[in-house]
């Protein structure tokens, strides 16, 4: 069974910082446009297992596609850092860059395939 951590993280400069609780069973390895250009590989909470600590002022908001995922990317250095949207049954989630996690090696995790672009 993985083991949840409560990890911390954040973007490029600093200025976004975050706390979340998960095991990292499942880290996306997406084929969709935006996953591929921008590198990204999330794993998915429920609300309460993030917590924004600093940065809320330096976000801007990204929407694409269907306009449902608010990707979330730090003003200042561009990193998206996490996104908020919503699972196909209506429950609200939490997407958190993985790479954007302190001490997180992405080869030491067994990514999922995901063909987000077939969506």
């Not at 600093?14 to 069973?25: H, K, M, N, Y």
């Amino acid at each position: 069974m993985p083991d949840v951590k409560t990890y911390t993280g954040g973007c490029h400069c600093g200025q976004v910082r975050f706390e979340c609780t998960t095991d990292l069973a499942m880290v996306t390895a997406c084929n969709c446009s935006i996953c591929t250009k921008k590198g990204l590989h999330f794993t998915f909470l429920p609300p309460e297992s993030f917590q924004l600590r600093a940065g809320d002022g330096n976000l801007k908001e990204y929407l694409f596609n269907k306009r449902v995922i608010r990707h979330q990317l730090c003003v200042d250095c561009g990193v998206d850092v996490f996104a908020r949207g919503k699972k196909p049954d209506g429950t609200e989630v939490v997407a958190v860059n993985v790479s954007c996690i302190d001490g997180v090696e992405l080869s030491k995790l067994t990514l999922t395939p995901v063909d987000g672009r077939s969506y």
